[in-house]
Each structure stands twice: as C-alpha cells, then as structure tokens.
C-alpha cells in the first residue's frame, strides 16, 4: 500500500509539473503588466500568480507582484516581494529601490537608506534614490546627510522641481526659514506652478510667522491645484478663522465635510466655532458625531459638557466631565467643570468639595510637580503643533487653550513622496474629475442592482442565453459594474473553454472564449477567439461588440479606428442597440474629438430618450463645450433616471 500511495503522490506531483509548465510565463507576466497599466491591480495580481507558479525561479514576476501591491498600499506585501526579487536577482536596482520606498511608507527609513545606498553602487546618479534617500535622511533626522545627498541631487539635476521641496523642507526643519523660501520658490518656478506641495510648505512658514493674507494666498493655490483634497479645506479653514473670517471657515469646515464626512478634525473644529458663535444645538450634534467615530475623544466630550452646560442639560454636561475624570483623575479642569454643573443642580456641598479637591491637586503640584503630576490629555486630531509632547509648565490658560483650540492636518510639513518615473501624483487618491459613465460589454458577471435601468433589450444576446448555445449565462453590463471577484474561478473557467473550442466549429463556443478572456483583460487571446468566432459566422453581432469593446480599452491609439468599425458593424447588424453609439461616443469624448462624442451620444438617445448613461455622458461633453444650459438640462434628468453622479456634478456647478 505505501509503494501503490508515493506511486500516486509522484504521479499527482507530474501531473502538476505538466499544468504548471503548459503555462507561458512569459505571455502571463506580459498579459499582467498590460493589465496593471490598467489599474485592475488585483486582476495584474492573479496573472503574475500565474506566472510565479509557472517559474518560481524568475524574479520579475515577483517585482511585478510587488509594484501591483505597492499601487493597493500594501506596503508589508511589497517589501516582501521585492525580497523574493532580490533573492532571486541582486543586481536588479529597481528592487531595491521599490523595496526601499515601501519600507519609507512603513516608517523604517534607516532601513529605507539600506537599500538606497545599495542601489546607488549600481547607479550612483540615479536621481530616484538619491532623492528617496534625501527624504529618509530627513525623517531619521540626518540633517547633513539630508543636505549632502539633496545638494548632489540638484547638482545632477537642477531642474527638478521636487529636490527642491524636499531641501526647503530640510531647510525649515533646520529653522533656515531664509534658504526655504528661496528653494520653494525655484520650485514654484520649475514646476510652473503646477505642484501644490511648495504652496504647503510656504503657507505653514506664514501661518508660523502668523502672516494670515500670504497663508491664505498659498492655500488658494493650492485648493486650486488639488482641489479633490479635504485637508486643504481644513487648513484654510484654520487659516480664515485667524483671519477672523468666520462665514468663510465655516463654509471650508462644511466643504471637508461634503468631501470626507468622517472627517474628525473638520468636525472637531466646526463644532468649536458653532459653539463660539452660540450655535449650541449643532455644536453638540457635531462633538456627539466626533465621538460616535471616536469615543476616546476627551476633547469633543469635554466641549460637549460645555456646550450641555450653557443649553442647562447639568446632568448629561456631569457626566461628560465624569466620563474625563475616570480616564484623567489628575486633570483639574474636568474636576472644576464636574463642581460647576453641580452647582447648577442645586448640590452646593458636592460642588464646594469637588473644587477644593481641584485646588488642592493644583497646589501640591506648584509645590512638587514630580510627586503630584497632573494630566495633560494631548490633543488627538491632527496638527504637529498639537502632538501632546511635554511642554513643561502651563497655566490654567494655557492648558484650557490648547483643549480647546482648532486642529489642522500637517500634510503641508510632509515631503511628497510618490512611486512612479515622474515622482508625480498618488496611487490612490479621491479624483473628483469629471469622467463619462463606462463602456458596455458581454460578461459572464451579472451586472451590480442600480437605481438606473439598462441600456435596452439585446435580442442575440437573449437568443444565445435562451438557446442555451452557451453553458453558462451571459450578460450585457457596464464595465464598472462587472468586477468579477473569483479570479481563480474565471481563470479555470477560461482554460475549460479553452480546451473546448480548439476542437470546436462552432462559433458560440469561441465567442465564450472571447467573453471570458476580455473579463481577464487578455485582449489579445480575446482578439483572437472573436475573429474565430466571427470568421465562422460573419454576422454574429454580440462578437462584434466585444471585439470593438477590447480594442478601445487595449491603450493602443491604433487599435480605436478598428473598434469604432467593429462598433458600426454591430450596428448595421441591430440598429436598435443604444449602448454600441454610447460606446462610440466615449471613444471620440477621450481622444477629445467632443462634437463627434456629442453626435454619438445624441444617436444614442434617439434610440433610448431614457438611456441614463449616455444622457450623463452628452451633459458633461456639452459642459466641455462650454454650453452649460444644454449640460444642466442633460444632467438633471440623468440624475432622475438614477445616474448618481449627476447630482454631485450638479451641485459643484452652482
């Protein structure tokens, strides 16, 4: 029996080999960076899988896999790909480089500097590592290696608007206000004003020099720049308040919010400035909100038995201070507050005790600080300047100032540190930019339940499901709706209907194959089984559709006059198809040809007046056009037919 179990164990382990070799790592690994240029990294993931199953022994596909991880910030995953890279090829400098760059991301700078220097045996000036290590350097506090590696930097490259911040940020930490300001505003120069972290750094040189007009001029170039960003709302907001703009703070506060609602320092902040222009009722519903997101907020519980104190709710305002003096005991403050609103509700022989017990804690900590120490609860949401440090002494004043002063994100302190050839831009921001509804395609993924209809019936497509000359269902669906998430399931899918159209004659059966390798993004294998598929009936018109979809979203501008021949063939096939001229027009709409987009969409719509997509999509091309009546009109009724987007477009035009 055990000779008859290795035998089958060696046969299980051959025929594993044999999968695992049939693979084309190579096609794999090429299929995966095409998709990950894509930005379906999880999808780049599974091919480079693929690809390691295949060759173990190759280190590309783990840098690949790595790069892919890094883009979904995943930072541990990165640097333990790059390893396995490194492990398999030590001279390949753009892992250390990456590996580097995710230990940054991590906080493990020195480590970082590591594989940076390593790198620049390789390259020694590379401007990536150089300035990547310029910025851990700075991190670890090396403040002249920081300034020897940046200045080498800009030696080799005096044109590189980003060495520059990253030295005037050096230069601030080294309280050279002077030299920062020269070297923020040669980057400002360099970059043409199209960087906003130099407008940061300077805005935070004026806020510390309290020089109010020349922060808020830098953080309006900012927002104009990135205006996608809530924590620039927030620090202009900060900004107006000391300008004593307060209509214009809160409408910045109200701005971060629409754009981040959980965002704990723009609710902190605004429920501070509601309570100081005696707004109660909403001061208290925005601490209450900051402490339903963070019950351990002792300064939103603090201000809100403030705020219940002056409404006269005495018994909920005691136990805010209460809930304070159970994590606080020694702040004093608290225990004032505690005596007050039991003075409020009558109980004076409680209150008269509780204050003396806060007297009494003041006065043996003047007498003895070390012995009798009293809590300082650090402020929790946000600003380097209100990080909770020592301070040494306060006075009462100061403490309660600090506990009730506004908070800001200190983002603009921070040196911009991105991953790509450019040293430009983030993987994953919120991007507010207008973009037209997705293309339709044929999947084997039913399409997510929306609040807006289809894009109209598809009868060959209600043919092949119902004739069942297909095993499995197929569905005409939206590209943001169909994100199949079984990626091992689609890829044995696709293998199956692999094996069974290479004996095959019938054009159903290639189609299917098309269908699943356009879901896996393999736009070349899907090309292939759809010219199968339309060779052995030319007048198949779902294939068409698919092929003109794949074409388009290939990234290769040559492939798009194909596409829209593909799409016009589907057309003259079935007229009735709305979804094919939406198509069409996102084509023409990207390539910026927007009167043809408007045209295509405009077919659409005269086959479907209630196509809700391509109605989104003609109001923001006739926005472009500059016609904006036209643009509302398309909008408003896009958002009644369920297009979501319509209404946050609509309520940024106003």
Known sequence: MKRIAALIVLLLAVASFRCMAQIDAAQVTTIGRNVMSMEDYMLAIQYFNQAIKAKPYLSE?????????LSLEDYEGTVADCTLAIERNKFSPEN??????????????????IDYNRGLEYNPEDKYFLFYKGVAQTETKDFS?????????????????????????????RADTTAALNDIARSIELSGGTSVHPYMLRADISVKRKDWGAALADMNEAIRIRPEEPDNYLNRAFIRYNSDDYFGAMADYNYTLELQPANLAALFNRGLLRY????????ASDFEQVLKLDNSNFHARYNLGLVNMERGQYRQALRDFEAISTRYPRFYPAIYARAEALRNMGQTRAAVQLAHTAEEMVRKYVHNPDKYPLDRPAIQSGSANNSGHDRGEESEEEVMERFNQLVTSDKSSQTPLTYSEQIKGHV????????????????????????QGGAGYFRELDDLNSNRYIDHTLYLTRVSESTPQDYDSLFALSEQLEKKAADSTRAADW????????????????????????????????????????????????????????????LKLNPTLSCVWLNIGNIHYRTGDLTSALEAYSQALAIDSDFGDALYNRGITYLRLG??????????????????PSYNLLKRMR
């Open 627 to 644: 016609n904006k009546s036209q643009a509302l009109q398309d909008l408003r009724r896009a958002g009644e037919l369920g297009i979501l």
């Open 428 to 451: 994953q921001n919120r991007d507010l930019r207008v973009e037209p509804e997705g293309e339709y395609f044929i999947s084997f993924a039913a399409p997510a339940h929306t609040l």
């Open 511 to 570: 189609f299917a194959l098309g269908v699943a390798k356009t879901m896996l993004k393999d736009f070349e294998g899907a090309r292939h089984a759809l010219d199968k598929a339309i060779e052995i009936m030319p007048g198949f018109t779902a294939a068409y559709l698919e092929r003109g979809y794949g074409r388009a979203t290939e990234g290769d501008p040559k492939m798009l006059p194909a596409a829209v021949a593909d799409y016009m063939e589907a």
């Open 96 to 113: 250390y480089r990456l590996r580097g760059y995710a230990l940054q991301n991590l906080g493990k700078d020195s480590l970082a500097i």
């Open 61 to 69: 596909p783990y840098y690949l896999r790595a790069l892919a991880k």
């Open 276 to 283: 100081e222009v005696r707004d109660l009722d909403r001061a």
């Open 145 to 173: 290696g920081a300034d020897s590696t940046l200045n080498l930097l800009l030696r080799l490259n005096p044109k590189m608007d980003e060495g520059y911040t990253a030295r005037a940020r050096l230069n601030m930490l």
